[in-house]
Each structure stands twice: as C-alpha cells, then as structure tokens.
C-alpha cells in the first residue's frame, strides 16, 4: 500500500494497535503506514501493556484497541491507559455498534471511536485528531 498523499505527515509517530483479529492487524498496520506513520501490532492486551512497560510508553505516539477481545476488553484496557500513560491518545474501535458497548467506553471516558470496517482516510481523520489533542 502505498503512502496516502495529504495526510500523517510525521513518520516519526509510533501507533500501537491491538486487535485480536489477524487480518485486521494485517490491514490495519499497513493503513497506519500508508497515513505516515510507524505501527506496533498485538494480539492481546496482555503484549501491548508488557511492552509499553518496556518501553515506559515513551515511544508511542498514540494506542488504538479493539473494544471487545477474549483476555482483556478495551475499557480494561482504556482505563490501564488513563492511569498508566494519562496523556497518551486512546482509540477505541469496534465492529459491534451497540448502545451498551458505546455507552461503556463513553463512561469511561473514550473520546474517539473507530467503526469497523474503517477506510485509511477515518482511520487518518481520528489519528490526527487524536495526536492533535496532545500538541499544546
């Protein structure tokens, strides 16, 4: 896939994502190159919050969770975030677009949500939100 013109323009930037589905890690990771950036994928929460720890999660530009996986769910995980990293932007996404799932990653305070399937240019509108919240 080659770069979208027009949009992440910094390949600096590491996003993590977890997912617990293959191909959408697959495709996902490539959609965040392709927007300019670096791309870290995992299948489990467990992975991605052993390496944030590693790495004191001063890598990582933004985290992108899938809301509903077998070994932990993404508000577990938003919240591990808020406590752990609190200004580094968290990205729910979700392939169940039901009140109850909204309603509890709103609760917890989730800000931005990804509806899969999502196209590089969503993906590419929420990252940039995202990393633009924390550029004071």
Known sequence: MAQVEGIGTDKRRLILLCDD?????????????ACGYDAEVFDTGRDLIDYVE???????????????????????????????????????STGHVDEESISSAK??????????????????RV???????TEH
Request: aromatic share 10%; proline share 5%.
């Open 21 to 33: 589905e293959l191909i959408l890690r697959k495709v996902a990771r490539k959609m965040i190159i």
């Open 54 to 92: 590693k790495k004191q999660g001063k890598e990582a530009s933004a985290v992108i969770i899938d809301l509903q996986m077998p070994d932990m769910d993404g508000v577990a995980l938003f919240r591990y975030f808020r406590r752990t990293f609190p200004l580094l932007p968290v990205i729910i």
């Open 107 to 124: 609760a917890v305070g989730v800000f931005y949500l990804l509806y899969k399937p999502y196209s590089i240019l969503e993906l590419s």
């Open 127 to 133: 990252l940039n939100l995202a990393l633009a919240s």
